[in-house]
């Protein structure tokens, strides 16, 4: 099975090793394989966090309203600190956390900035980032959007309007999957986590303003306001259990869905459904959402037969991919069929499926070949009007229907997959 030719191979990952040779190289999908190290003990270290954010080398990845600035549809534009240090004043993180939680003042706000790591791949020179034994270069999401008090808002359309004067742009796409595998991973990460921050502004519990620590991946609901003391009240706040249990932090939230080739009894063709928003033929795997006390593997069983009716065997798990629409892992797995009588499709039960088909496995073949599109483009050269029509390479569901029409991992003894 080969793995999706967009994606880097990184030497230790695709290393050969006894797993390897066991169950073959490792399936990196489009998202994934970051080459960040994302250093995540120092997000709390203020001092390190001030250096990292004002150095030459440092990059910044730039969302407005998740639309990521770009050089072009394929490229990611990364801002330096002097273009953006408008909206990021130099002593953002001159206090401790501690400080600036106890000193919490609501009127006041802050954009959503996010380390994202160091790329310590980049050549060794004078001019990388040093702290301690790393080095490399430093990334940072942040967001954009015109929101906040009034003094944020100018500051964001001064920034904004630099980057419009360099007559960059804001890809706008329903899902962006344009850029290569590293500049994917990247984005997806910042978009995932402002995408959070963004949701999170306010307490859960209590309802009140909550602030971001850990260098945008937690938010905390602070016990007092200065805001408060200005309205004649007392600094502290009634009592929240978000700041009295264990937990007293928001940490950001993963959704896990799983997405599933599905084999017939004979291994001769392959389930696949269709919402009603694909364009017409194009068809993919099953997918849904894992509920509480749910294993993966009975999650698959459970959507597989809600949604098409069919009832599954064994389930194997095939790979992963981090997708930041909003927050989702893929799971992504190949089951099979135990019985002919289980194959009979019923989209009786849950009507979200248009349509689902066993297809015959050269017809997904030939649909592999030239009729691969995301959902706003074409199919291939060579596609013949009517043929069926697949997810993309980019997607965790191509990489599934690739591994389940390969018959060497069905073979009895071969578990490469």
Not at 137 to 155: H, V
Not at 255 to 275: E, F, Y
Not at 356 to 370: H, M, T
Not at 377 to 398: F, H, M, S, V
Request: charged share 25%.
């Amino acid at each position: 099975m080969s793995n999706n030719s967009q994606v880097p191979n990184p030497a230790h990952i695709q290393a050969d090793s006894m797993l390897a040779r066991r169950f073959g190289k490792e399936t990196v999908n489009y998202f994934s394989s970051s080459p960040l190290n994302r250093l995540s003990f120092l997000r709390s270290d203020h001092p390190f966090l001030s250096a990292a954010l004002k150095h030459p080398s440092t990059r910044f990845v730039i969302l407005k309203d998740l639309a990521p600035l770009t050089r072009s549809p394929a490229a990611l534009y990364y801002a330096k600190y002097d273009e953006v240090r408008k909206l990021v004043p130099q002593n953002i993180y001159d206090k401790p956390e501690e400080d600036i939680i106890r000193e919490h003042d609501s009127r006041k706000t802050e954009p959503h900035l996010i380390f994202l790591g160091v790329d310590e791949s980049a050549k060794k020179d004078a001019d990388l980032f040093s702290w301690k034994i790393y080095s490399g270069t430093p990334y940072f999401a942040l967001d954009i959007s015109e929101k906040g008090n009034e003094e944020q808002q100018q500051n964001a359309r001064e920034v904004l309007k630099g980057f419009e004067e360099k007559e960059l742009s804001f890809l706008q796409a329903r899902v962006a999957m344009t850029f290569s595998a590293d500049e994917a991973a990247i984005y997806a990460q910042g978009r995932a986590l402002i995408d959070w921050n963004t949701r999170n502004s306010y307490c859960g519990t209590c309802g009140a303003r909550t602030i971001s620590v850990n260098s945008g991946t937690k938010r905390a609901c602070p016990p007092t306001d200065a805001a408060r003391v200005a309205e004649g009240k007392p600094a502290g706040k009634p009592a929240c259990t978000t700041r009295t249990t264990l937990s007293n932090l928001s940490f950001p939230r993963t959704d896990p869905t799983i997405i599933v080739a599905v084999i017939s009894t004979d291994a001769k063709r392959i389930l696949l459904g269709r919402s009603k928003r694909f364009p017409p033929n194009w068809y993919s795997t099953l997918a849904g959402f894992i509920e509480p006390a749910e294993s993966v593997e009975d999650a698959v069983r459970r959507e597989v037969w809600e949604e098409a009716g069919v009832t599954l065997s064994r389930v194997v798990i095939h790979s992963t991919q981090p997708w930041p629409y909003p927050a989702n892992l893929m799971i992504g797995a190949i089951a099979q069929v135990s019985d002919p009588a289980h194959e009979t499709i019923n989209l009786q039960h849950d009507p979200e499926l248009e349509d689902a088909r066993w297809f015959e496995i050269a017809e997904v073949q030939e649909a592999l070949k030239v009729g691969t599109s995301n959902l706003d483009q074409g199919p291939g050269e060579g596609y013949k009007e009517g043929g069926l029509r697949l997810p993309p390479a980019t997607a965790i569901a191509n990489q599934l229907i690739q591994a389940a029409i390969d018959f060497d991992f069905l073979k009895e003894g071969n578990a490469k997959i």
